[in-house]
Each structure stands twice: as structure tokens, then as C-alpha cells.
């Protein structure tokens, strides 16, 4: 059975305070992805990877970083949390693609349970 | 904007009744992907899509991805409680190397 999970279902901090947010997957995935998510606007990505140590912007990068020292392993960072930065953050997986003019995937992405994450 | 809408964002609908969640594009859909999510829990995967006109049907929930490969729908019969939640549409868009995502619908089913 295919698994992503994340470190914490829920999550408080402090403005200003760094924060992690785990990301572990067990299906040998070279894809993940962090998205956010808030009511009306979908899902944003905000970084994604597609190999171990390779990570590039999604749409809304700004205010975050991200770590991919494993496979198995994506990691999102807020340097210093904002009240704007209070949101669902949902990380997915998912195989290579096929494409042979790009890396990217038409491969299903697999998504873990989401971390609500509230900056007081 | 939006590079994929989706209607309606909200839907109620009595128990037993049929239902329609559109998503639309202006630019060609590849890998067409629908998920249901539970509130505050992840993304469930349903079905994919990749071929004009092709239909795919789990119990009682069909979706289609029209012959020109720019709208999907997802319809259900007979709805039932267990079908609430929030309805996702996901596709890679011409032009893009990655998976967008529409805005959602959340379906709520009265008894």
C-alpha cells in the first residue's frame, strides 16, 4: 500500500519562529512536492523536486525553502513564520515520467494527509 | 486566473439525487486527474484521464474528458453521503511542466 506521510497533522508557532515540515515517502518516488492550500484558491506548488539534492520553485516560493537529502525525503522550511503563512500544506510523490522532452510527470501524485499550520 | 476552473465551487444536493462538477480549460489538458479530499485530510486519487473523449467509472462516480481534451466532468449517480467532501480537478496544461490544480468543489450531501 502506497504511503506519504507528514510529520504533524497539526501545528501552532509563534511569528518569526522556524518551522519544519516533514515529508516522507515510501514508494521510491524520484517527484515530491510541497503545495499550500486555502479556501478559493486550490492548491499552490510552492517547491518540487525531481531527484535527491534538486529542488526548483513552484508558484508561490517566496518566504520558504526546501531540503532533499533523501530520496524518501522532502523537507519545507519557513525561515521565519508569518500570520500569512497560516494555511494546509499537502506534500505529494509521484514516479519518473515518460515524457521524453522534459522531466516532468504524467505520473498519479500520491498526497500525504496535510499539516494545518496556524502563525499566531 | 485560474488555468483550470472549475464549477460549481459549492454544490448541495438531497441524498440520492445526480450530480455535475465541470473542469474547464482554455488550453489543451494532458494527464487529467481527479481527487476527492475529506475536509482537513489529504488528496484521494479517483480516476485519470489522458485521452479525448475517453470515460472511466468507479461505483458510482463517471468522469469524461471531452473530444477536444479542454473540459473534464465528474458525475455521480445516485449520490450518497459518503460521496461529500471537496472534488479536485488536476491536469498538466499545455505549456506546462507541472500539475494545476482547480479551485475545487465542496459537495455536501443532505439526507
Known amino acids: 500500500d502506497v504511503k506519504v506521510t507528514q510529520s504533524s497533522r497539526y501545528l501552532v508557532k509563534r511569528t518569526g519562529e522556524k518551522v519544519f515540515l516533514e515529508c516522507v515517502q515510501d514508494m521510491d518516488h524520484e517527484n515530491m512536492f510541497w503545495y499550500r492550500q486555502d479556501p478559493g484558491l486550490g492548491l499552490r506548488l510552492i517547491y518540487f523536486s525531481y531527484d535527491v539534492k534538486m529542488k526548483e520553485k513552484g508558484d508561490i516560493p517566496e518566504g520558504y525553502s526546501v531540503s532533499r537529502e533523501k530520496k524518501e525525503r522532502f523537507s519545507l522550511i519557513l525561515e521565519s513564520a508569518s500570520t500569512n503563512q497560516t494555511s494546509m500544506y499537502l506534500c505529494?510523490?509521484?514516479?519518473?515520467?515518460?515524457?521524453?522532452?522534459?522531466?516532468?510527470?504524467?505520473?498519479?501524485?500520491?498526497f500525504g494527509p496535510g499539516t494545518r499550520l496556524t502563525v499566531l | 486566473s485560474q488555468e483550470l476552473e472549475q464549477s460549481p465551487q459549492s454544490l448541495i444536493v438531497q441524498e440520492g439525487k445526480n450530480l455535475t462538477i465541470n473542469c474547464t480549460s482554455s488550453?489543451?489538458?494532458?494527464?487529467l486527474y481527479w481527487y476527492k479530499q475529506k475536509y482537513g485530510e489529504g488528496l484521494i486519487f479517483l480516476m485519470m484521464?489522458?485521452?479525448?473523449?475517453e470515460e472511466k467509472s468507479h461505483e458510482k462516480i463517471t468522469a469524461k474528458l471531452d473530444e477536444k481534451k479542454q473540459q473534464s466532468s465528474l458525475h455521480i449517480t445516485a449520490s450518497q453521503p459518503s460521496h461529500a467532501g471537496i472534488y479536485l480537478c488536476g491536469a498538466y496544461i499545455q505549456g506546462a511542466q507541472k500539475l494545476v490544480f482547480g479551485q475545487g468543489t465542496r459537495l455536501t450531501i443532505n439526507p
Open positions: 484521464l489522458q485521452k479525448g473523449g
Open positions: 488550453k489543451t489538458l494532458y494527464g
Open positions: 505529494a510523490s509521484s514516479g519518473a515520467g515518460t515524457s521524453a522532452s522534459s522531466r516532468s510527470s504524467y505520473n498519479e501524485q500520491f
